[in-house]
């Protein structure tokens, strides 16, 4: 089913015995909700309030909704925590961000339990083609090079798909409702870096010219933010931290992909860099 159809959504907790929502549903690839501004719109904020308006008539026990760091705007020194103001630039972010003032909604008018988590970028196996470290390794497979938007000195923190997995089973467990809780960590490397890494990796060269081959600098998205710092120690006073360091973490990432890469429908397509001549086109159109 789909959390843009009220009917579906309804009939779906008068019939199921649901008890906590997890709300991980989005429109998530930053570089495709320039092109589908209204798109990302829809799902992502009225989604959300088709499903938390659904989970609150049926009195859910907590509704946790996965929002992302984005919503604090890049910076270049400062570090976030729950209490920053929220500075978005672009269609994701901003759909993410409406899509949280309409879930506070629910707690202050009712005081339903709801709670709100902004993570770091998350990898590990299973991960869809379009995001960066599937994509990367997916043309240096087929001989292709790493398209990367702008100087490539954007920098994000990346955090191991089974840490996130502890930090919302944390949350479930300890979160306090109307709470937000940052899931962050402190492992960092700029688009670049990440991409000679992998090129280090698969194509076993420690050449800097040879590694300059399998780099593509493509023109830049409409607005790329350079880091998104965050101060996670909240999460940290309910118990959680990061355990899966870097190297464990993309070694079993490369090795699912490996033997896994092929099962994934239309990630021929996914590999390809996205214009950037005519955003914010809408749902619909051309």
């Known amino acids: ?50 499903l938390v308006n659904a989970a609150h008539e049926a009195n859910v026990e907590k509704f946790v909704y996965v929002s992302t760091d984005e919503v604090y705007g890049g910076s270049t020194d ?5 209490s920053s103001p929220k500075r978005f630039f672009y ?20 005081q339903f339990p709801v709670v709100i988590t902004r993570s770091s ?27 990367i938007h702008g100087s490539g000195l954007q920098r994000r923190n990346f955090l191991y798909a089974a840490d996130v997995v502890e930090a919302f089973l944390t949350v479930l ?10 899931i962050g960590t402190n492992f960092e490397m700029s688009i670049a870096q990440l991409a000679f890494f992998l090129i280090h990796l698969i194509k076993k060269t420690s050449s800097e010219s040879e590694m ?22 909240k999460m940290h006073n309910l118990g ?23 099962n994934w429908k239309n990630w021929e397509k996914a590999l390809e860099p996205f214009p950037v001549t005519e955003p914010f086109a809408q749902l619909g159109g051309p």
């Open 173 to 182: 467990k300890e979160g306090k409702p109307g709470e937000i809780y940052n």
């Open 212 to 233: 300059e081959h399998w780099m593509d600098y493509v023109k830049d998205r409409p607005t790329n933010d350079l880091r998104y710092p965050m101060n996670s120690e």
């Open 240 to 262: 959680w931290r990061p355990k899966v360091p870097w190297k464990e973490g993309i070694k079993k990432t490369i090795e699912w992909y490996k033997e896994n890469f092929h």
């Open 121 to 147: 970028n998350v990898y590990g196996p299973h991960q869809y083609p379009e995001k960066v470290i599937p994509k990367f390794f997916f043309l240096l497979q087929q001989n292709r090079k790493c398209c």
């Open 91 to 110: 269609p994701y972010a901003s759909s993410k961000a409406a899509a949280e003032c309409f879930v506070f909604f629910y707690w202050e008018r009712y």
């Open 78 to 82: 400062e570090e976030f925590d729950e």
């Open 1 to 50: 089913g789909d959390i843009c159809e009220p009917d579906f959504i309804k009939q779906l907790f008068e019939t199921e015995k649901i008890d906590i929502v997890l709300h991980f549903a989005a429109q998530t690839h930053v570089d495709l909700s320039f092109w589908r501004a209204l798109e990302f719109t829809y799902v992502n904020v009225y989604g959300t309030n088709v």
